[in-house]
């Protein structure tokens, strides 16, 4: 049996440390640049709101009555509910999508890592976004490098899952995101007074759909899983540990709009610097790399403020990374009856070697390309855009069709209000004939 969050606002803290990472800062901008802006970013808020938070309700909703890891949670509730085993699957879904995101998330994390030294050594002060740009491609290329950093990073995730994730992660939390967007806020008056914050507000939020091709339609779905850990039992192991008592809406609420919020400022404070400097909103995964160090390097104190901003990008990387890893491991433990240390290791282990195929994709093997590109593209599209939607419809399928109407309401909102009534339309219905739609559209059906 699982122990128990000390508090609401633990859990709160533990799902926003998965939530908030990478993808917000990281991802977020890319690939909204990548797609055209506003047109792809409201189809980002739509799936936040409309599909993912309904998501992240039935995850919790499902993790907190199963107790278990979501494997384990899925077999037995599926078992319970429908009589039917197979739920599980659900479970060894999520299971590989973790796995497979991890493997290159690290290597990401590392250049968090890279990206702390060079802040602390000057590198940004006065740079233009030529250096910046081969600072980048500098550190991309060279495989020694990245393998260095994408092991320290790895190395971290392994030593705070094997010693037990709980202690320590709400308090690293707790600062983390409020001094992140501290420091977020700090360069948005910058890109606000430095940058072309009229056009960086333009290309965010004025949409023009002619830029909404099926698949970056997927691709905005998949960005909205993602961001927000749903869709392969991350924020479900978290649920496990919900007391009873606390409310699933509130919680889900209030990190779903932080996590959303905290993309959208990184969007506003990107890509004013990026019209400012005449550089490309479709750079691909360097933007951040290249755009930040040049309001950090313009900035006074920039050398030290970036040095944190980096460290903090890392924790919060790290924080995700964890939550990432974490279902791994217990899994391990639970059901292979592996002692937890040995489990973290040989976990860690596994995702660090397929890390290489993202390593050597942006360097040895950046043109041996198939299906979607390089090695770090496919493993990107299948989890984020495929093995996360999939989790998602069935995870919402199951909490709106297969579990009966009173335990699901019993975990919701047991006089079965008006929100209850709404997750319930949107989890039977609109979910899962959106995620297909999107599915459909993106594979040609309707073109
Ligand atoms: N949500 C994290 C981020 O935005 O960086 C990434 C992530 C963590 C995705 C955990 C999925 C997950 F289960």
Known sequence: MHGQWSSRLAFILAVAGSAVGLGNIWKFPYVAGQNGGGAFVLVYLLCVFVVGLPIMMSEVLLGRRGRRNPMSTMRILGQEESG????????????????????????????????????ARDTFIDANAEILQSEFNGLVSSVGNLTFWHSVFMGLTAVVVARGVEQGLEAAVRFLVPALVAIMVGLLVYAITSGDFAAGLRFLFEPDFSKLTPTALLIAMGQAFFSLSVGMGAVMAYGAYLPQEES????????????????????????????????????????????????????????????????????????????????????????????????????????????????????????????????????????????????????????????CPNSSADELDPTAGTIYKIWRVLARFVVPVAVALVFLNAIGVFS
């Open 84 to 119: 039917n085993r197979h739920w599980q699957l659900i479970g060894v879904g999520g299971l590989l999508a973790s796995f497979l995101i991890l493997s290159y998330y690290s290597v990401i994390g590392g250049w968090t890592l890279h990206y702390v030294v060079l802040a």
């Open 248 to 403: 699933i809406i509130n919680t889900s609420i209030a990190v779903v709009s932080a996590d959303t919020a905290i993309a959208l400022l990184a969007g506003l404070v990107i890509f004013p610097i990026v019209f400012a400097n005449g550089l490309d909103p479709a750079e691909g995964p360097g933007l951040v790399f290249q755009t930040l160090p040049l309001a950090l390097g313009q900035m006074p104190g920039g050398s030290l403020v970036g040095t944190l901003f980096f460290l903090l990008l890392a924790f919060a990387g790290l924080t995700s990374a964890i939550s990432l890893l974490e279902p791994v491991v217990a899994w391990l433990v639970e059901t292979r009856g592996m002692r937890r240390g040995s489990a973290g290791l040989l976990a860690a282990f596994g995702v660090w070697l397929l890390g290489f195929f993202t390593v050597v994709s942006f360097n040895v093997a950046a043109d041996f390309k198939f299906l979607r590109g390089t090695f770090f593209d496919n493993i990107d599209f299948l989890t984020s855009n495929i093995l996360l939607p999939m989790g998602g419809f069935f995870v919402t399928v199951f909490a709106g069709w297969v579990m």
